[in-house]
């Protein structure tokens, strides 16, 4: 999959001779936060909720068909909380994240306003984990913050409706790969090893 992404990315700067529109441009995006592997560790079988995420970006056209473009996303706070019914306690366990990226953006046009687009490069994703307890305190072996940050290869896809010459309305996909959480959660189990995806829509600005 990885591959395929790489090769249509790649041959559309064959067709660069073909172009001489550049220019830079602004993007501001909203969407959902796909995790996977995301549990509580006080109830494994739950887990965390898909948040929204907010993002904005920007980039440079080197001509029609293949752009240059940074971008941040940052991932709303999703949170468990868990009553204990034998004590009284209550348990919130809360989960966030944050996403720098940089990648190679193709284009492929499909007629005069609309065209397929393929992303790839890197991103810098940091995932922050916490737990507290209300009332008594917490058993040894529960983990009360987990913070890792890590730099995977970057993919995705997206399809792209041009108003104008200055404004368009984006759809997209990205896989920002996983993130390891660093020691063990309740039970002596390794933290996750979290999965981080997000699709977004927005606006593109051409300047």
């Known amino acids: 999959m990885k591959k395929l992404f790489a090769v249509a990315i790649l041959s559309t700067a064959s067709m660069s001779a073909m172009a001489t529109d550049q220019g830079g441009y602004l993007t501001a995006n909203v969407g959902s936060t796909i995790y996977s592997n995301a549990v509580s560790q006080i109830i494994p079988s739950v887990s965390f909720?898909?948040?929204?995420?907010?993002?904005?970006?920007?980039?440079?056209?080197?001509?029609?068909?293949?752009?240059?473009?940074?971008?941040?996303?940052?991932?709303?706070?999703?949170?468990?909380?868990?009553?204990?019914?034998?004590?009284?306690?209550?348990?919130?366990?809360?989960?966030?994240?944050?996403?720098?990226?940089?990648?190679?953006?193709?284009?492929?046009?499909?007629?005069?306003?609309?065209?397929?687009?393929?992303?790839?490069?890197?991103?810098?994703?940091?995932?922050?984990?916490?737990?507290?307890?209300?009332?008594?305190?917490?058993?040894?072996?529960?983990?009360?913050?987990?913070?890792?940050?890590?730099?995977?290869?970057?993919?995705?896809?997206?399809?792209?409706?041009?108003?104008?010459?200055?404004?368009?309305?984006r759809s997209q996909y990205l896989d920002l790969g996983k993130v390891q959480l660093p020691g063990n959660f309740s039970g002596g189990v390794a933290a996750p090893n979290i999965g981080v995806k997000i699709v977004t829509m927005g606006a593109v600005f051409n300047f």
Do not use: C, W
Request: charged share 15%; hydrophobic share 35%; no cysteine.
């Open 49 to 169: 909720r898909n948040p929204y995420t907010i993002g904005i970006g920007g980039g440079y056209h080197l001509n029609p068909y293949l752009s240059l473009e940074g971008g941040y996303s940052r991932m709303n706070e999703s949170t468990i909380t868990t009553t204990y019914i034998t004590f009284p306690r209550t348990a919130t366990e809360r989960l966030k994240a944050s996403s720098l990226r940089i990648a190679i953006v193709g284009s492929l046009p499909i007629g005069e306003k609309f065209e397929l687009l393929g992303f790839l490069g890197a991103a810098n994703t940091q995932i922050d984990y916490t737990a507290s307890l209300t009332g008594t305190g917490f058993s040894a072996d529960v983990a009360q913050s987990a913070s890792a940050r890590k730099t995977n290869l970057m993919y995705g896809l997206g399809a792209q409706f041009n108003f104008n010459k200055r404004i368009s309305l």
